[in-house]
């Protein structure tokens, strides 16, 4: 049986803030890979069910080798992050 693993809110946006703010970036990749991380996982839903982040329509080059999305943060999301 796997146990389920629980981040705090505060852990889930320090990710987001390390990522936007403190590195200043338009946008965060994700490839299928990385989304095997439960704790990426939890995150990411934290942030879209908040409306912080939107999934970019950005498509992989090769989609059949590997998945990759983009995420960038929403109007709410930079004003969330004083961005704004």
Same mark, same amino acid.
């Given at each position: 049986?796997? *146990?389920?693993?629980?981040? #705090?809110?505060?852990?889930?946006?320090?990710?987001?803030? +390390?990522?936007? $703010?403190?590195?200043?970036?338009?946008?965060?990749? $994700?490839?299928? %890979?990385?989304?095997?991380? /439960?704790?990426? +996982?939890?995150? *990411?839903? %934290?942030?879209?069910?908040?409306? *912080?982040? @939107?999934?970019?329509? %950005?498509?992989? /080059?090769?989609?059949?080798?590997? #998945?990759? @999305?983009? @995420? +960038? *943060? #929403?109007?709410?999301?930079? +004003? @969330?992050?004083?961005?704004?």
């Amino acid at each position: 049986m796997a *146990l389920e693993q629980k981040f #705090t809110v505060e852990e889930m946006e320090a990710s987001f803030r +390390r990522a936007f $703010v403190a590195g200043k970036s338009d946008f965060i990749r $994700v490839d299928g %890979h990385s989304m095997r991380s /439960p704790f990426l +996982r939890a995150a *990411l839903n %934290h942030a879209l069910d908040k409306k *912080l982040i @939107y999934q970019d329509d %950005h498509k992989s /080059p090769e989609e059949n080798q590997w #998945t990759e @999305y983009h @995420y +960038r *943060l #929403t109007e709410e999301g930079k +004003r @969330y992050f004083k961005l704004k």
